[in-house]
């Protein structure tokens, strides 16, 4: 079993739907969880994090987190083209120093 | 605008050559890591640092060496490339005491391919 385990996809859904992408983690100590969007070709780059058991928002980006699950998903609302990308998943690890176990991600596709 | 730069951005190389793939963040992190990813996979460290003169090896074995001198700099060395060294790699950094809450950054990356 991985440590953080997302559907590859794609997941297609067309502009302006919500966009809902899941994440499970094998760690139940994991405190920090982070969402990263990545376009073909370019490095990943940080959307949000969490690590409080609920929904935080930001903008058209909701990250949801339930700890008792060990479920953490992401929401876009009013999903555009420039929304398409692959969505990693990251969840806090500490093995005697902090990293980040990242996901293989979930492929977005929005379409016009 | 990137505070972590790798150079180069892309590198072709022949079977057995040194290289080194650098790394230099401004953000005066403590912590730097080195990942590699291959198309369609997930990312997996190869190399972390907490700090000047300190380094350590990731959760995935790797032929490549690395060092930090100085807090900004962390290249990543291939004493001898093979085809199977060909992959993305990542540098990323953290802030020092904080890193669990605000992850990383992510430079641009260097795609090597060895022929």
């Known amino acids: 079993q991985k440590e953080v385990e997302q559907n590859s996809g794609p997941l297609s859904v067309p502009e302006g739907a919500i966009a809902s992408l899941n994440c499970t983690y094998s760690?139940?100590?994991?405190?920090?969880f982070f969402w990263y969007r990545q376009y073909s070709g370019k490095s990943p780059e940080l959307i949000m994090f969490?690590?409080?058991?609920g929904d935080k928002e930001d903008g058209r980006f909701t990250a949801q987190l339930n700890k008792a699950s060990q479920y953490v998903s992401l929401l876009i609302r009013d999903s555009q083209p420039s929304d398409s990308a692959t969505y990693l998943c990251?969840?806090?690890?500490?093995?005697?120093?902090?990293?980040?176990?990242f996901g293989t991600g979930t492929r977005l596709l929005v379409s016009p | 605008e990137a505070d972590i730069y790798q150079t180069p951005r892309y590198l072709v190389i022949g079977t057995g050559k040194k290289i080194t793939l650098e790394c230099s963040q401004t953000m005066g992190h403590d912590k730097m890591y080195w990942y590699q990813q291959d198309p369609g996979m997930e990312l997996h460290l190869i190399h972390y640092s907490y700090g000047v003169n300190s380094t350590e090896k990731g959760d995935l074995s790797s032929e490549s060496t690395v060092s930090r001198i100085r807090t900004e700099h962390f290249p990543l060395t291939l004493e001898s490339a093979r085809p199977s060294h060909t992959s993305q790699y990542l540098c990323?950094?953290?802030?020092?005491?904080?890193?669990?809450?605000?992850?990383?950054?992510f430079g641009s990356g260097t795609r090597l391919t060895v022929v």
């Open positions: 760690d139940r100590g994991s405190q920090s």
């Open positions: 990251a969840v806090n690890r500490y093995t005697g120093f902090q990293k980040l176990v």
């Open positions: 969490i690590y409080s058991n």
């Open positions: 990323a950094s953290s802030e020092g005491t904080a890193s669990s809450n605000y992850g990383y950054t």
